[in-house]
Nanobody
Framework: QVQLVESGGGLVQAGGSLRLSCAAS????????INWFRQAPEKEREFVAA????????SYTDSVKGRFTISRDYAKNTVYLQMNGLKPEDTAVYYC?????????WGQGTQVTVSS
């Protein structure tokens, strides 16, 4: 079992920044990568960014490239999502996720609201 807990969401003006955290606990040795997804009201959940646990390879959806940065801290078993240049369309609940041997683990989500 792996537990994922997000934090760091909030209300920010357009152009501002937030840093989200995803803290992993439990059988963290089984994690091969962590993903961030988001879900806006009345929209489907969408992929935002991913990082491999070993090697640190990253990937991003096109709409956040150049604005968001994903990183990880081994010592703290934590993955971060630094979000700069936030836009109103970034408003959503942000979730971290890990696929471990075909089982999807999700956090509870953290709300990000960007005002115009």
């Amino acid at each position: 079992q792996v537990q994922l807990v997000e934090s760091g969401g909030g209300l920010v003006q357009a152009g501002g920044s937030l840093r989200l955290s995803c803290a992993a606990s439990g059988r963290t040795f089984s994690i091969s990568g962590i993903n961030w997804f988001r879900q806006a009201p009345e929209k489907e959940r969408e992929f935002v960014a991913a990082i491999s646990w070993f090697g640190g390879r990253t990937s991003y959806t096109d709409s956040v490239k150049g604005r968001f940065t994903i990183s990880r801290d081994y010592a703290k078993n934590t993955v971060y999502l630094q979000m700069n240049g936030l836009k109103p369309e970034d408003t959503a609940v942000y979730y971290c996720n890990s696929d471990i041997h075909g089982v999807q683990y999700w956090g509870q989500g953290t709300q990000v609201t960007v005002s115009s």
